[in-house]
């Protein structure tokens, strides 16, 4: 886990996901980020009622989100930065089309724990760029 913590921490890079066009991209990334965060709860209750046919509906539109965001990494700038949030959103694809196959709630908890460590670090971005731009 130290090498995820180590990955999250430089995810304080705003232009990480900087090719996404919206007014607030940060913003927009969250909204991503909770949205998927919120489909995996739903799909873990659905499969915990053995409600199969959602739980997959469910997984499905979570990989698109996790597609949507991995397409938004700006490897141009981003660097190793994009390049290891890529492979690790790579990995969370993976771990859910698992949990979909294999109907097995630690999958999803572990997909839910590595979304919330980088949305947890995305959203100390905007308090690192005030931090910087008040000393510089």
Known sequence: MAAHNSKLA???SVAVHGG??????HHLILMLMD????RIAAARGCLERRDLA???QLLQRTVAIIAELRGSLDHQHGGTLAHNLAELYEYMTRQL???NAENKVEFLDEVTGLLGEVR?????V???????????
């Open 10 to 12: 430089a995810y304080q």
């Open 20 to 25: 996404i066009a919206a007014d607030d991209p």
């Open 35 to 38: 949205g998927a965060i919120h």
């Open 54 to 56: 959602q739980k997959a």
């Open 97 to 99: 089309l698992r949990a």
């Open 120 to 124: 947890a670090a995305w959203v100390a």
């Open 126 to 136: 905007p308090m690192a760029l005030k931090s910087a731009g008040a000393g510089g």
